[in-house]
């Protein structure tokens, strides 16, 4: 199984500054036959949903502020908020869907400082 | 509009059984792999379970946790996504999502039915 190993656990950042939050794979998840990493990014609050914000490691789903962005290739990768509002207070989730067990990161817990 | 919805979930008691059901619209369900995956009340996310297009051979591949209990089918005809759970325990408790990957837009979810198993 891939292990995803999601850093760190939880941070406090002010608004306005930056979060960056990293995603490291056991194994890559990037498909060499079409050069694309299967490697997803998604923001979670109290009861509901994952919501989907970075696919493919670096595309950002429509309407997703652009102040989320996805980076990284192969077994590396980040989320990075770059100025942080009062509504990206959640849990952050990373998940590797390139090979059975889908695997997920263990959270990043984000709060306001 | 791409649409999975979830049902089937509620109370059931330990060993108990429960089947639930994954309703899909706006794609081409008969071409979509399909996957379960579980929250636990304040845990991460756990995939459960994936099944294959009748094309591919409509084969299901479960985790170790549930193999042997629970058992994922499918009908084409109405687009529908089934997790059949037997032998249920307390730790099956979970917001129980199915999910599946577009090449396009990459991963998509449904926004889960709850499952309790308690005595």
């Known amino acids: 199984d891939t292990v995803m190993t999601q850093s760190p656990g939880s941070l406090a950042v002010s608004l306005g500054e930056r979060a960056t939050i990293n995603c490291e794979s056991s194994q890559t998840v990037l498909y060499s036959s079409n050069n694309r990493n299967y490697l997803a990014w998604y923001q979670q609050k109290p009861g509901q949903p994952p919501k989907l914000l970075i696919s493919w490691a670096s595309t950002r789903e429509s309407g997703v502020p652009d102040r989320f962005s996805g980076s990284g290739s192969g077994t590396d990768f980040t989320l990075t908020i770059s100025s942080l509002q009062a509504d990206d207070a959640a849990v952050y989730y990373c998940?590797?869907?390139?090979?059975?067990?889908?695997?997920f990161g263990g959270g990043t817990k984000v709060e306001i400082k | 509009e791409v649409q999975l919805v979830e049902s089937g979930g509620g109370l059931v008691k330990p060993g108990g059984s429960l089947r639930l059901s994954c309703a899909a619209s706006?794609?081409?369900?008969?071409?979509?792999?399909m996957n379960w995956v579980r929250q636990a009340p304040g845990k991460g996310l756990e995939w459960v379970g994936r099944i294959k297009t009748i094309t591919d051979g409509g084969t299901a591949d479960s985790a170790a946790p549930v193999k042997g209990r629970f058992t994922l089918s499918r009908d084409d005809s109405k687009n529908m996504l089934y997790l059949q759970m037997s032998s249920l325990k307390t730790e099956d408790t979970a917001v129980y999502y199915c999910l599946t990957v577009f090449e396009t837009t990459g991963p998509f979810w449904g926004r889960g039915t709850t499952v309790t198993v308690s005595s």
């Open positions: 998940h590797q869907y390139y090979s059975i067990p889908f695997t």
């Open positions: 706006g794609f081409s369900f008969s071409d979509a792999w």
